[in-house]
């Protein structure tokens, strides 16, 4: 018996601006779906699609005011199913196995994937430094045909994301950052990368056509990785004369590492201290991540399964039933059929009764011209054809009833067999 989670309106409107509606109903025990509906009902606003990234990003947004505060109901919602958490994997020799986790101070030797990262920013810092020295160059018009125009190809500047430049792409670490903070970046995803292998964790990147954030992946999930300098806006105003630039960096970092199935990110966030300090640790967060995602993958293959499981079975059970009612259907007309083959047989031997009644008066008739004929040969040549051409109505319908019964399938009018007790 299902015991109902009960909470008061303002409580759940304050629990659910507090925290992902996907993670809080795991932690309730019930569904989201189920969740959202039992909002709805009561009239609390939820945050919209993309109100959890947005404020990982640092925006600063306000929930909504709850509408009709003053009623403060009691909101029953039935629980779910609730899926079990599953512990992390034992990993107390990741420290010997991996030896000192530290960030080098250079990235020389570094790894093929972050020597494909920094050959981009440094790109990308090489044409913003063309571009810089173009504005300081005096204005004057070139002679393209003295000066050949210079085309750049396959470095180009990244994206821009709120006054940071992103390195999503082709094969490349997706990093969000300003370039004064790259290098440091680079080297901590170097030291990240080297405990994720230690730790039996491979780093994906995408290659091709598939371009999007790299993978991490591992016990037998994957988790997409992203890492941001966070930023927040400027509010001082312009001086005159001076560059102004609308997003200032906060001197804080996020590791970010996003589901495709949930909504809920995984971060780890803090300053370059604190995050390199945290390095020892993190490849065992990490497996413990990757290790929940399984264990949630396998619990969503389980429930895939069984809801496909009892789809088919009710299928089953539906086409019986359909199967059942046909059969019903044709026995009822069947049933018709044999009751109306039945009934026709009484006018059948009214008919042939008065076609036996006319075939008597017909003989008397023949019998009496025969008569009265005496030697005439004509009326005799006559009342012997018309004698010949005459069919007695009985024997018809004798031969009509022992044919009927001489087949193998038995005429409709046929006695069913009795119903065995």
Same mark, same amino acid.
């Given at each position: 018996?299902?015991?109902?989670?009960?909470?008061?309106?303002?409580?759940?409107?304050?629990?659910?601006?507090?925290?992902?509606?996907?993670?809080?109903?795991?932690?309730?025990?019930?569904?989201?779906?189920?969740?959202?509906?039992?909002?709805?009902?009561?009239?609390?606003?939820?945050?919209?699609?993309?109100?959890?990234?947005?404020?990982?990003?640092?925006?600063?947004?306000?929930?909504?005011?709850?509408?009709?505060?003053?009623?403060?109901?009691?909101?029953?919602?039935?629980?779910?199913?609730?899926?079990?958490?599953?512990?992390?994997?034992?990993?107390?020799?990741?420290?010997?196995?991996?030896?000192?986790?530290?960030?080098?101070?250079?990235?020389?030797?570094?790894?093929?994937?972050?020597?494909?990262?920094?050959?981009?920013?440094?790109?990308?810092?090489?044409?913003?430094?063309?571009?810089?020295?173009?504005?300081?160059?005096?204005?004057?018009?070139?002679?393209?045909?003295?000066?050949?125009?210079?085309?750049?190809?396959?470095?180009?500047?990244?994206?821009?994301?709120?006054?940071?430049?992103?390195?999503?792409?082709?094969?490349?670490?997706?990093?969000?950052?300003?370039?004064?903070?790259?290098?440091?970046?680079?080297?901590?995803?170097?030291?990240?990368?080297?405990?994720?292998?230690? =730790?039996?964790?491979?780093?994906?990147?995408?290659?091709?056509?598939?371009?999007?954030?790299?993978?991490?992946?591992?016990?037998?999930?994957?988790?997409?990785?992203?890492?941001?300098?966070?930023?927040?806006?400027?509010?001082?105003?312009?001086? =005159?004369?001076?560059?102004?630039?609308?997003?200032?960096?906060?001197?804080?970092?996020?590791?970010?590492?996003?589901?495709?199935?949930?909504?809920?990110?995984?971060?780890?966030?803090?300053?370059?201290?604190?995050?390199?300090?945290?390095?020892?640790?993190? =490849?065992?967060?990490?497996?413990?991540?990757?290790?929940?995602?399984?264990?949630?993958?396998?619990?969503?293959?389980?429930?895939?399964?069984?809801?496909?499981?009892?789809?088919?079975?009710?299928?089953?059970?539906?086409?019986?039933?359909?199967?059942?009612?046909?059969?019903?259907?044709?026995?009822?007309?069947?049933?018709?059929?044999?009751?109306?083959?039945?009934?026709?047989?009484?006018?059948?031997?009214?008919? =042939?009764?008065?076609? @036996?009644?006319?075939? @008597?008066?017909?003989?008397?008739?023949?019998?009496?011209?025969?008569?009265?004929?005496?030697?005439?040969?004509?009326?005799?040549?006559?009342?012997?054809?018309?004698?010949?051409?005459?069919?007695?109505?009985?024997?018809?319908?004798?031969?009509?009833?022992?044919?009927?019964?001489?087949?193998?399938?038995?005429?409709?009018?046929?006695?069913?067999?009795?119903?065995?007790?």
């Amino acid at each position: 018996m299902f015991k109902e989670i009960q909470l008061s309106r303002w409580k759940l409107y304050a629990k659910v601006w507090e925290t992902p509606m996907i993670r809080l109903a795991a932690d309730l025990g019930v569904s989201d779906v189920g969740l959202r509906k039992a909002c709805i009902r009561h009239d609390i606003p939820v945050p919209p699609r993309g109100h959890w990234a947005r404020l990982n990003a640092g925006h600063k947004l306000a929930a909504p005011p709850l509408p009709r505060p003053e009623e403060d109901e009691i909101v029953s919602i039935l629980p779910g199913p609730k899926l079990p958490r599953v512990a992390a994997p034992p990993m107390p020799e990741l420290a010997e196995i991996a030896g000192p986790i530290v960030v080098p101070a250079s990235l020389d030797g570094c790894l093929p994937i972050v020597r494909k990262t920094a050959r981009f920013f440094e790109a990308v810092k090489a044409q913003e430094e063309r571009q810089q020295r173009r504005r300081l160059a005096p204005s004057t018009q070139p002679n393209w045909r003295v000066e050949p125009q210079l085309i750049l190809r396959g470095a180009h500047a990244g994206a821009l994301v709120n006054g940071r430049t992103s390195s999503l792409g082709d094969g490349r670490l997706h990093i969000v950052a300003t370039m004064r903070h790259v290098d440091w970046i680079l080297r901590f995803h170097e030291a990240l990368i080297r405990s994720f292998k230690a =730790a039996k964790i491979r780093v994906l990147p995408r290659e091709g056509d598939e371009r999007g954030k790299v993978r991490v992946a591992g016990y037998v999930a994957a988790l997409e990785m992203s890492f941001m300098e966070e930023y927040e806006r400027n509010t001082k105003a312009p001086r =005159a004369g001076e560059d102004f630039n609308p997003w200032l960096p906060k001197n804080s970092f996020k590791l970010q590492l996003q589901s495709t199935s949930t909504q809920s990110p995984r971060i780890i966030r803090g300053t370059a201290r604190q995050l390199e300090d945290a390095l020892p640790g993190m =490849a065992a967060r990490m497996a413990k991540w990757l290790a929940e995602e399984a264990e949630r993958d396998r619990q969503r293959l389980k429930a895939a399964e069984e809801l496909a499981a009892a789809k088919a079975a009710r299928k089953i059970e539906m086409d019986a039933w359909f199967a059942e009612r046909e059969l019903e259907h044709k026995r009822q007309a069947l049933a018709r059929e044999r009751n109306a083959a039945r009934m026709t047989q009484a006018g059948r031997l009214m008919e =042939a009764a008065k076609a @036996q009644a006319e075939y @008597q008066l017909a003989a008397d008739w023949l019998a009496r011209l025969e008569v009265d004929a005496g030697d005439d040969p004509a009326v005799q040549a006559w009342v012997s054809v018309a004698r010949d051409s005459l069919t007695e109505p009985f024997a018809a319908l004798l031969a009509s009833v022992r044919q009927e019964a001489s087949q193998v399938e038995k005429p409709l009018w046929w006695p069913e067999p009795p119903s065995p007790a």
